[in-house]
Every structure is written in C-alpha cells, then in structure tokens.
C-alpha cells in the first residue's frame, strides 16, 4: 500500500515543480484584502509626477484585481525582480487589463501629451540608473497606433511599445503576450540580460484629463 500511495505523490511534486518553473509570477493581487488602497504591499511608489496613488484592491468580473484612477497626476508602483526571472527560461511577460477611460487627448509620441491609461514596464538597471537604464514600456495610448515603437520623447531611458490605442477596445478585458526577449533585441540589437524590476503605471498629468484601468495578474512564462 505504502508504494501505491507514494507513486502519486511524486508524481504531483514533479507536476509542481514543473508548473512552477514555466511561470514566474509578479503581481498577483488576490492575498490582498479586498478594498486595500494606496500602494501595495511589496511594491514601492515613484517620486515624480505628483503621484496620487489612488489604487485600490478590487473584485471584478469574479476576480481580485488593481484598479487604478488617475485625475491629472502621475502615479506609478514598481517591484524587484532582480535574480527571479531567467528570461531564457521564461521570456514572456503575460498580463490582463481592462481601461475604461483614456486620458484626452493623450499621445505617448510627444512629451507634452505623454499620458496612458494603462502601462507595464519592464526595467534593466544600469548605473547610474537616471540615464543608462533600459525599460521598455507596454502601453494603451489613446493615439499612436498599435504596434509602434519609439522613445519617450521626455525620459530618453524608456522605449515605448504600443500594445493597444483608442477606445475601440475600452471596457474590454484583454490578456496580452510580449516576448521581451525578442522586443529587447528588435530595440537595442542585443541580448537581454535577466531584468532588475515591472513597473504598472497610470498618467493623465501632461493632459491635465483623467484616466482609469484595472489590471490584472501580471507575470513570465515560457513560450
């Protein structure tokens, strides 16, 4: 009886294990108590844009999610990643969002409208880390067009990806796949290193509008 039981067990260890090693997860916003406000807890907040945090752990469409606001402010949450994703194993960043109000008027292209309803940014740290970090940032803008890519024409350290525009989408929950590695090289003509942090951001401060998303677990897989 002893070796019946122990075959299935072994069998769902090494289940696991493989399980867990083709996904590392980010952000995954249910072990937060419903109605949780501000910045989360193992996230750290930025300190520009005037950042009003108004974040809030939320239950939508059955499951537990971030729910960001912004009303002419800039607020954006980061979190270490440094040694826990291996971009050779797992080099697809996965996540689900839903925006369901774009900042007006808003276009990532110039600096003077640079706001975005939804943005995940993924960070490779260089000293000093002002003017030589890498980041590519994911973004729904409210103009350019799908699938652009080009410097942020007010921080020369950030790239943008345009992964969706405009409200034809809005209301929508979308789960969106971005293989970093090949974006990384598309952008900088090498190979990545393993990156250092994920950012999620919400702006409508260059616009002076507002702008409002959720977003959902955010995470590396294989491909």
């Known amino acids: 009886m002893r070796k019946i039981f122990l075959l299935p067990v072994s069998l769902v260890l090494a289940a696991v294990a493989a399980w867990a090693a083709d996904s590392i997860v980010v ?18 907040g930025g300190d520009w844009g005037s950042p009003k945090y ?3 752990i939320a239950e939508v469409d059955g499951q537990r999610v971030l729910h960001l606001k912004s009303e002419g402010d800039s607020s954006t949450i980061g979190r270490d990643i440094k040694g ?26 110039k600096s003077a409208t640079d706001d975005e309803a939804g943005q ?15 980041i590519i940032g994911y973004i729904w803008d409210t103009t350019a067009p799908v699938g652009s890519i080009f410097k942020s024409d007010k921080t020369g350290t950030v790239t943008y990806v345009v992964v969706e525009s405009g409200s034809a989408k809005l209301g929508q929950w979308i789960t969106e796949h971005r293989n970093v ?3 990384f090289k598309k952008i900088h003509g090498a190979e990545p290193e393993n990156p250092g942090a994920v950012s999620i ?9 507002s702008a409002e998303a959720f977003v959902g677990p955010v995470l590396f897989r294989r491909p």
Request: no cysteine; hydrophobic share 35%.
């Open 27 to 44: 952000a995954d916003w249910s072990q937060y108590p419903l109605g949780t406000r501000g910045i989360p807890e193992g996230w750290k």
């Open 54 to 56: 108004d974040f809030a």
């Open 84 to 109: 826990k994703v291996n971009l050779k194993q797992t080099p697809v960043l996965e996540w689900r969002w839903k925006v369901t109000k774009l900042p007006r008027g808003a276009d990532a292209r």
């Open 120 to 134: 995940i940014y993924v960070t490779w740290p260089r000293f000093p880390e002002a003017v030589r970090s890498r």
């Open 181 to 183: 590695v090949e974006d």
């Open 201 to 209: 951001s919400i702006d409508s401060d260059d616009t002076r509008s």
